[in-house]
């Protein structure tokens, strides 16, 4: 910089003086100060070249290094065109070698086609001499092996062979092969048949596992299926034969046909058991059902014969129509003994037991067999084979068949159960002392019997309609059996209960003695009636609770049956519905109960209960020292009314259960607390006779607290409040007690009804209860 | 029962001649397909469909029975607890028409008294096979105080309309009856009418 500026000056050849300038300077002043300025100027130049001249060196040393970069340079730039010339080649290099690569490859994939080729062709001869040797020395399994493997050869590459030079030979081979193998094909298939028909199992089992080495999947399920079912068929005829040959004799004779049907599922069971490890080793897994099927229409074809001739022996269609005959009280046909059916109900249930443990036998073995087969199956494969073992295990001969027997079994079992209430009710009696009647458990246990055997058959819609069946025979008719006997009511109140009521029963028995006046019979037939009306209460009470019973053990019967196998989820909502319909029966018990309890309070408590409160009107309270004094040594009124309640409800106590007896209590409590209301606010008080009036409900409370568990000082809290108004001083005093001042007491009555109670006080004045605030 | 997320529970009960569709309509409405190559019901079928009807849920238990003669028995013990039945038959099947009396008796003897009974014409879609002319079957069915309705299970035609019309009359007869019983008082036997023990004579 400081060169530039020195240039600029020297190029500029100025100073701030001008020559003109100092050419026209003439006063001695003026050019002593131009000199002056001038030296001044001078210094600053030297300083500025002599920085100028101390740079020198640097700068030629620069120089000197730039000299000799040149010859280096020149240097780098041939490298660069050989570096660059390289790289080029390189690559060319590259991609030469990587097409070779890629030929290679090629090359190589050819020359293993062209080895499998190779290997195929000899294969495909080895298999041809090996088949042909093989079929010579009935080495049929060599021989299917062989076939095996031209099966799994690529037909492409056979097409391809015999396009070759050897074309023809290659045809003549496969000549040979195509018909080797459907030599073989018919070979095994006749000698399996000869080995069926010889009954070869070790043979037959031999040829078996060939069929999938031919490719004859289905066909060799098909005819092994039908070597087993042959067996089945006549190991089956051989146990019906013997069954029908010793009918009566042997101790199961009564389930001879159930056991026969049970011997057909079991050996088909057997045969499952025994063969499934063949078919699945032999022809993979998820074959399974091809053979059940098989097996199934056997099974079905020998249990229908069972079923045939079990309802031929067994008159089973008979009986059925003489059940049917009678529900319909068409009595022309012989009346049938509910007691007789039970051998045939039990077979019956027994068979469709049977028949179901055994479905779901086949259900288990082919839904874990599909599990393994169908493992890598794409969802649309699965769901047809669940489908089609759906209609294999629902829609077989046999559920039909089963389902069709247990239809008419319904029917009995219902008429069964009918018969055998009505009979228990028309029986019905009750022992002294017992608070229910015979039919009560007679009833339950019926319904526990029939549902129990229809449960017992293992059948979901059997006892889906037994349960509703019992349901429906529980709250129609049992019912209207209980309600007609509570329609008949408890007697009304004839004079001598008062009497009874009033004087002691040792009074009444000597009276009536005495006079002989009363028809003893009569009083026997209403205490008849009246325990009649008593026991039917507490039946309905049972049966409310015992229906309860009865759903929950059955709830827990049906969870014991589902634990044990794959009870599916709709078969378990069923149950639990049709349970839920029992259990809402309950219900309907109780409701009967309250309007029973409410027709015998209304009817019989309280028309009796009703004079003895009244009889506290003729009772004064408006009374004196003397009086109230008197009544202290003779009591007016409570006592009496004590006694009497504990006779009249002693029968109640004596003949209803504890739990109906309570609710009986309450609502005489209930009753008792308003009619004293009633007849207290009817009343007139002294100051004495409000204080007696105060014990005396205090007598009533105690007692009736000691005749009930919960406490009744609630139902009498108005009567309470009551009392404390007639036992006032004053009638301000109620002002202590009365709003602000009532504390823990919540007042039951209203302020009108606190003046009401007042104004009973013959010695309070109107104008003071007027004159309150409250 | 009353934990349970439902507003309403209902309990339907298709009957019917076998053959005329009851299945294919239940799986319409309740799985929404028409099932090929459907076998006949053998007993009963149980399906639940929850649907929601003015915010409302209803539960719907629908029972399939079978037509076939002989499980008459087992499918008969339903019908007393149900709430509604669905009459089915088949349009183009004369015979399936002419047993609706029959099933008309077996509800008389089996069914309760409030039942609501729905009759239905099935397999409107083939039309051209039609044996019962609408007319004739509307006028059957006013005869005998039941609603009418024509469906095809395979085309999905009336069968949602079919099940929600019959929820809705079903949960206005549940508000009414719920009415009648709210009368009475809730103390147990006091000051309530005896309906039970009143009800018919005394003896
Ligand atoms: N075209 C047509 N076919 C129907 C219709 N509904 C049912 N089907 C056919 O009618 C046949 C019987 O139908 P299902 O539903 O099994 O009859 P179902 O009343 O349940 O018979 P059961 O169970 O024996 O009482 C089947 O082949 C169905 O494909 C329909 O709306 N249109
Ligand atoms: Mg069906």
């Known amino acids: 910089m400081a060169v530039s500026r020195s240039a600029c000056m020297r190029g500029g050849g100025s100073s701030a003086l001008s020559m003109e300038k100092l050419c026209s300077l003439t006063e001695l002043q ?45 240097l780098i730039e041939g490298d660069a065109e050989q570096l660059s010339g390289m790289i080029a080649f390189t690559c060319n290099l590259a991609e030469n070698v990587s097409s070779k690569v890629r030929q290679l490859d090629l090359a190589k994939s050819r020359l293993y086609q062209a080895i499998q080729r190779a290997d195929d062709i000899l294969d495909l001869k080895f298999c041809m001499d090996g088949v042909q040797t093989s079929l010579k020395n009935e080495e049929y399994e060599q021989a299917a092996a062989h076939i095996h493997r031209y099966l799994s050869l690529d037909k492409s590459v056979i097409e391809l062979s015999r396009q070759g030079k050897e074309g023809s030979m290659i045809d003549a081979s496969l ?37 999938p080495l031919l490719g004859l999947h289905e066909e060799g399920i098909r005819k092994f299926s039908g070597y087993l079912c042959a067996q089945v068929a006549k190991k089956a005829e051989e146990n019906l034969q013997l069954a029908l040959g010793s009918e009566g004799k042997e101790r199961r004779a009564a389930l001879i046909f159930a056991d026969t049907l049970t011997l057909l599922f079991e050996g088909i069971a057997r045969i499952v058991e025994t063969h499934q490890p063949i078919v699945e080793t032999y022809y993979g897994p998820g074959k399974l059902h091809m053979l059940i099927k098989h097996l199934q229409a056997e099974c079905d074809r020998q249990a229908e014969k069972v079923v045939d001739r079990f309802i031929q022996q067994r008159d089973y269609h008979r009986k059925f129509q003489q059940v049917q005959g009678s529900m319909m009280r068409s009595s022309s046909t012989e009346k049938i003994e509910p007691r007789d059916l039970d051998p045939i109900l039990a077979e019956v249930t027994l068979m469709s037991a049977r028949t179901e443990l055994y479905l779901r036998f086949i259900k288990r073995r082919v839904l874990s067999d599909f599990e393994v087969g169908d493992s890598m199956a794409a969802e649309d494969v699965k769901q047809e084979h669940q489908q089609s073992l759906d209609k294999l295990l629902n829609h077989c001969l046999l559920r039909c068949t089963m389902q069709e027997l247990i239809g008419y079994y319904i029917t009995m079992e219902e008429f069964y159960m009918r018969e055998s209430v009505n009979k228990a009710v028309v029986m019905d009696a009750c022992e002294h002392g017992q608070l229910i009647s015979s039919m009560v458990d007679d009833v339950f246990y019926i319904v526990k019997k029939c549902v129990g055997r229809a449960l017992s058959s293992s059948s979901i819609d059997c006892l889906c309609a037994m349960i509703n069946l019992s349901t429906t025979m529980l709250e129609s008719d049992f019912r209207e059996v209980l309600c007609n006997k509570l329609r008949m009511g408890f007697p ?115 028309p009796q209960i009703k004079p003895w409160i009244n009889l506290f009107l003729s009772v004064s309270h408006n009374i004196e020292e003397e009086e109230f004094n008197d009544y202290e040594a003779n009591d007016p009124w409570v006592q009496q009314f004590i006694v009497n309640l504990e006779q009249f409800m002693a029968e109640f106590k004596a003949g209803l259960s504890p ?110 209860i007027k004159r309150l605030r409250l | 029962m009353s934990m349970e997320d439902y507003d309403f529970l209902f309990k339907i009960v298709l009957i019917g001649n076998a053959g005329v569709g009851k299945t294919c309509l239940v799986r319409r409405f309740t799985q929404g397909l028409f099932p090929p190559g459907q076998g006949a019901t053998i007993g009963v079928d149980f ?140 103390l147990p036997g006091e000051g309530k009418t005896i309906s039970y023990l009143n009800c018919c004579n005394f003896n």
């Open chain 1, 659 to 768: 739990v109906i007896y309570e609710t009986l209590t309450s609502l005489l409590t209930s009753f008792i607390a308003l009619g004293l209301e009633k007849v207290v606010l009817k009343s007139t008080f002294s100051r004495l006779g409000g204080l007696q009036f105060d014990k005396e409900l205090r007598s009533l409370i105690a007692y009736l607290t000691t005749v009930t568990t919960w406490t009744i000082r609630d139902k009498f809290a108005r009567l309470s409040q009551m009392a404390t108004i007639l036992n006032l001083e004053r009638v301000t005093e109620i002002l202590d007690y009365w709003g602000a001042n009532s504390g823990p007491l919540t007042w039951r009555l209203t302020p009108a009804e606190v003046r009401q109670v007042l104004a009973l006080r013959v010695d309070f004045r109107s104008e003071d």
């Open chain 1, 175 to 211: 000549h040979h092969l195509q018909e080797s193998e459907q030599r073989l094909k018919v070979l095994v298939s006749d000698k399996f048949d000869a080995a069926t028909k010889a009954g070869d199992l070790p043979q037959v089992e031999r040829f078996f596992k060939i069929f």
């Open chain 1, 30 to 74: 003026q050019l002593e100060a131009a000199y002056s300025q001038l030296c001044a100027e001078e210094k600053v130049v030297d300083v500025e070249l002599e920085e100028l001249f101390s740079q020198q060196n640097a700068v030629e040393n620069k120089m000197l290094s730039l000299q000799r970069m040149g010859p280096n340079l020149q």
């Open chain 2, 47 to 186: 399906m639940i469909k929850t649907v929601e009807i003015k915010g409302e849920k209803i539960k719907l238990q629908i029972w399939d029975t079978a037509g076939q003669e002989r499980f008459r028995s087992i499918t008969q013990s339903y019908y007393r607890s149900a709430n509604a039945l669905i009459l089915t038959y088949d349009i183009t099947c004369e015979e399936s028409f002419r047993c609706l009396p029959e099933w008309l008796r077996e509800i008389e003897q089996y069914a309760n008294n409030e039942v609501i009974t729905v009759l239905v014409g099935n397999k409107i879609d083939l039309a051209e096979r039609r044996e019962v002319s609408q007319q004739r079957a509307e006028e059957f069915a006013e005869s005998q105080n039941m609603y009418y309705l024509e469906t095809s299970a395979k085309e999905s035609d009336n069968v949602e309309k079919l099940f929600l019309d019959l929820a809705c009359r079903l949960i206005s007869e549940a508000r009414q009856n719920a009415l009648v019983n709210n009368v009475d008082s809730s």
């Open chain 1, 492 to 606: 009304a109140t004839t004079f001598q209960d008062i009497q009874r009521g009033v004087t002691s029963a040792v009074n009444l028995m000597q009276s009536s003695l005495q006079q002989g006046k009363f028809d003893t019979k009569g009083i026997e037939t209403n205490d008849e009636a009246k325990t009649s009306f008593l026991v039917s209460l507490n039946n309905v009470e049972v049966c409310s609770e015992n229906i309860m019973t009865l759903k929950k053990n059955l709830e827990n019967d049906c969870n014991k049956l589902f634990s044990q196998d794959l009870g599916s989820e709709s078969a378990k909502a069923k149950i639990e519905s049709c349970l839920a319909d029992m259990a809402s029966v309950s219900n309907k018990f109780r409701d009967l109960l309250q309007e029973g309890l409410g027709e015998l309070n209304s009817a019989a408590v309280k």
